[in-house]
């Protein structure tokens, strides 16, 4: 009995060992190498605080603080372990979106998710070209610009719906509803 119960102890320990290694390596060790090498790409950010990252900054930023002014154009930032490259440059941008980068891949959402809400954006390969393809015409600049009345009356409609509503002294309005049946 005291065998058995001295190699249930000793396979334990080894299995608590291993997860704590691997848990410190994806909590400290992976994100400091990350964080090494876009500092030496030269991508600035706040540094990686183990286990929120600097997700206490991010909620302590107001709305008038200008992420352009505290880290330029391109930059990192920490979502827990895991790190975020922030591109702010329209050119980067086009690039990054543009078919030369193809094998860019989306984040991976869960299997609910993709249950109720599977399309365009889901999709990736072939059959996200594919469907492009069938609604790229339908974005096209000549077609938007018959649909500007539309978008135009809509919006004429709420902005005057607002205004009576806010013709008052003092009124507080819930413009979500609004915008959801403009959209």
């Known amino acids: 009995m005291g065998a058995v119960l001295l190699a249930l102890l000793a396979v334990s320990s080894v299995f608590a060992i291993s997860w704590a290694l691997r848990t410190f390596y994806w909590v400290w060790v992976k994100p ?14 706040p540094p990686y605080k183990i286990f929120y990252g600097n997700l206490k900054e991010m909620v302590g930023m107001n709305f008038f603080d200008n992420p352009l002014l505290i880290a ?5 930032s920490w979502h ?28 991976k959402s869960n299997p609910l998710g993709k249950l109720l809400a599977e399309g365009v954006v889901s999709y990736e390969g072939v059959k996200w ?16 610009k018959l649909m500007v009345p539309a978008f135009y009356a809509s919006c004429s409609d709420l ?16 413009v979500w509803p609004g915008l959801e049946s403009v959209t």
Request: a positive charge.
């Open 32 to 45: 400091k190498r990350m964080e090494k090498y876009f500092r030496e790409q030269g991508i600035n950010g």
């Open 72 to 76: 330029g154009k391109l930059n990192l």
């Open 80 to 107: 827990g372990p895991n790190p975020r490259l922030n591109i702010m440059d329209p050119e980067m941008i086009r690039d990054i979106l543009s078919n030369k980068f193809g094998h860019f891949g989306k984040m």
């Open 129 to 144: 070209v594919m469907h492009r393809r069938i609604i790229t015409p339908a974005f096209h600049q000549e077609k938007l």
């Open 159 to 174: 902005v005057s719906k607002w205004q009576k509503l806010t013709s008052k002294e003092s009124c507080e309005v819930d």
